[in-house]
Structure formats: C-alpha cells, structure tokens
C-alpha cells in the first residue's frame, strides 16, 4: 500500500479560496513502466472517488489524458523575456537564488528532465529567493513562487486553462509529501479554486495578495489535514 494526496478544489461558499487536501490509501504497483505507474494511478483515483463524484485529473507525464501530461511541469510553458515560451521547469529552477550563487539562467534554455543534474542546484547553499522577469520573489512561504508561476504560466495557455476548470481534483502520482512541498497537481487545484471564488485575475495581478494567500496554506498543508480558511477581505 502506499499513500498519496488528492487536492480538491474548494467550491463553498466562502470567501476561502485555497483548495482541500484528502490523503488516500491505494495499491502501488511497483515498477519504471508507464503501464505500472498507470496501475498506480487508478488505484489511487478509485480508492479517493470511490462513489465517482469527482472529476479526477492525474497531472504527470504518466497522465492517460493528454491534458495531464501537458499541465506536466516538465510541458507547460511560461513565458520569459528575452527567451520566449520555455518549460515551467526551467523557468523554476532557472529562477532561483541562492546564498552562494544564481540566479542560473543559462538553465532556462536546459532540457527539463536533466536540468535537476546540475550541481549547482546542490552545492550553491540554501534558496534565499527568486529572480524572474524583473520581479524578486520570496522563498517564504516556500510554496509561493513556484504555485504563482504555475497559475501564471496556466492562464497564458488558454486551450489548458479552459480545461481545467472542468475538473474537481487533481494528483500527481511522483509527488511524496515527505519529500516535497511543490506539486503540479496542488497548483492545478489552487487554480481552479481562484477561479470558481472570481478571485483569480486579482491573484495574478496582486503577489502580495497572492503571497498572503500561500502564507495561510503553507502553516498547516504539511500536517495533513483540511487547509485552514483565508478571506481575501473584500
């Protein structure tokens, strides 16, 4: 057995906008084969819906849906001045600042399956912040810059984002908790949520707003349970 996380988009009607966090029990079928990983993910998507009220979309280039794959980070692009539409990876990690060195942006013209080889990315000390197109972003709350590239970089592909919004959960059957904080499937669901709530241009036009938004959810994602209430004040 193994477990994993489903974020569900947050339809109330409260002002709350950030998304809900179910962890799930499923079989893992073990194995590199996509057709493993596939065995994984219906497990994981049965045991989370098992009354199929849900709408699911596994985000990953494991997805049997061409959406998923393409929402993948590895897939989506975000555009970056002076380099065009580049893979959401190599914008992330291209972006980073660390207190010995970077930004790196020669990474954002890298292959974004190979671009977590780079040392640099290992031995440059711990991430201060983030440097991308013209902005500076914090690295507290650690979820902050890379969920606001996502939804960024989501709502600059049209086709993808009239999509989404069709789906009430989302998972991603390589992220571990335990082993990390940013996850694709996580941001699919905040995205959704700002946009049911109405609240997602403002989002994408305010960071500071944005960065109180992340602020909220990142004090208690990590322990499991629902995701405390955040009003946007209006």
């Known amino acids: 057995m193994a477990n994993r996380p489903v974020f569900i988009v947050n339809c109330d009607n409260t002002e709350s906008v950030n998304y809900l966090t179910k962890d799930v029990d499923f079989k893992w079928h073990p194995g590199y084969a996509m057709v493993q990983k596939r065995k994984s993910i219906y497990s994981l998507h049965e045991n989370a819906n098992p009354d199929g009220a849900l709408k699911i979309l596994e985000v990953s280039s494991k997805s049997e849906s061409a959406l998923g794959v393409w929402l993948s980070?590895?897939?989506?692009?975000?555009?970056?001045?002076?380099?065009?539409?580049?893979?959401?990876?190599?914008?992330?990690q291209g972006a980073k600042v660390f207190e010995f060195g970077g930004p790196y942006i020669d990474l954002f013209e890298k292959n974004p399956i190979k671009i977590k080889k780079d040392v640099r990315l290992r031995n440059s000390g711990v991430i201060k912040s983030f440097e991308f197109n013209g902005k500076s972003f914090d690295n507290i709350p650690t979820t902050y810059f890379y969920n606001w590239l996502y939804i960024n970089a989501l709502n600059e592909n049209r086709k993808f984002s009239k999509e989404v919004i069709n789906f009430d959960a989302f998972t991603d059957i390589e992220f571990n908790p335990k082993r990390s904080k940013n996850c694709q499937a996580k941001a699919c669901a905040l995205y959704v949520s700002l946009f049911k709530k109405g609240y997602l241009n403002f989002c994408l036009n305010d960071t500071d707003k944005f960065k109180d938004i992340m602020k909220?959810?990142?004090?208690?994602?990590?322990?499991g349970v629902l995701n405390a209430q955040f009003s946007l004040g209006f």
């Open 216 to 223: 909220s959810i990142d004090g208690i994602d990590t322990s």
């Open 73 to 92: 980070a590895f897939n989506l692009k975000v555009h970056v001045k002076g380099y065009g539409n580049i893979p959401l990876e190599c914008a992330y």
